[in-house]
């Protein structure tokens, strides 16, 4: 069956302060994992896409990286700032003959405080 | 270029009721896919459209359908809704290329009563 964790499962940080964020999937054919964020009561934007071959994808602040021996990636995110308070989803994408299969995790809830 | 829109944002039903949501995906999107977020549950798949074709499908009840017009726009239905609906009700549009990224609408927040 198609997993993907997520940990820690909520997180409370201070502003300017690094964090890292982990995934683990069991999915498979697999085709690329990404990484949302979403604000409360918003839709989730997307951060970083990355298919097999891809190791580390950065979008400003947040750098993603992915093992596809170990099937975990990680979000990492730098000097964060009180807008960064948001859930984080890993999502993994298997590739079927009905296109592609999103396998959800259920999300990292970040808050960064004063 | 747009973004993906959903109507209405907010919905109050009572029990037993149905509810159509509408979904217009961004321009030149072909793939329309439905979602259900509740608290703890993360988001689950309801189900996919393409070109007019149910092309996925989630684990969801028989209430729970919709449709995909020729212009992909989508429309969600639940029908006898229960206090278990209630939920944000997102949509997501897929871009043709070979990543298949997903730009998510703002969701319906449905709260049935």
């Known amino acids: 069956k198609n997993q993907v964790e997520q940990s820690p499962q909520s997180l409370i940080i201070l502003e300017g302060k690094n964090c890292t964020l982990q995934c683990n999937y069991t999915v498979s054919p697999f085709s690329n994992l990404r990484w949302y964020k979403q604000d409360t009561g918003r839709g989730p934007v997307s951060l970083t896409i990355?298919?097999?071959?891809?190791n580390t994808k950065s979008n400003g602040r947040y750098t993603a990286t992915l093992d596809a021996d170990t099937k975990q990636s990680s979000l990492h995110i730098t000097a964060s700032q009180l807008s960064d308070s948001a859930s984080y989803i890993c999502v993994v994408s298997a590739l079927t003959g009905g296109g592609n299969k999103l396998t959800f995790g259920t999300g990292t809830q970040l808050k960064v405080e004063l | 270029k747009a973004g993906v829109t959903q109507t209405p944002r907010y919905l109050i039903k009572t029990r037993g009721q149905q509810v159509t949501l509408s979904c217009s995906p961004i321009?030149?999107?072909?793939?329309v896919s439905w979602y259900q977020q509740t608290p703890g549950q993360g988001l689950q798949f309801l189900f996919e459209y393409f070109s007019e074709t149910q092309r996925n499908k989630g684990n969801f009840p028989g209430r729970f359908s919709g449709r995909q017009f020729s212009n992909s726009r989508s429309e969600m239905n639940v029908s006898t809704l229960e206090l278990g609906d209630s939920a944000l009700y997102l949509c997501a549009s897929t871009n043709p290329g070979a990543a298949s990224e997903q730009y998510f609408g703002p969701g319906t927040r449905l709260t049935v009563t």
């Open positions: 990355m298919t097999f071959s891809e």
């Open positions: 321009s030149g999107h072909r793939s």
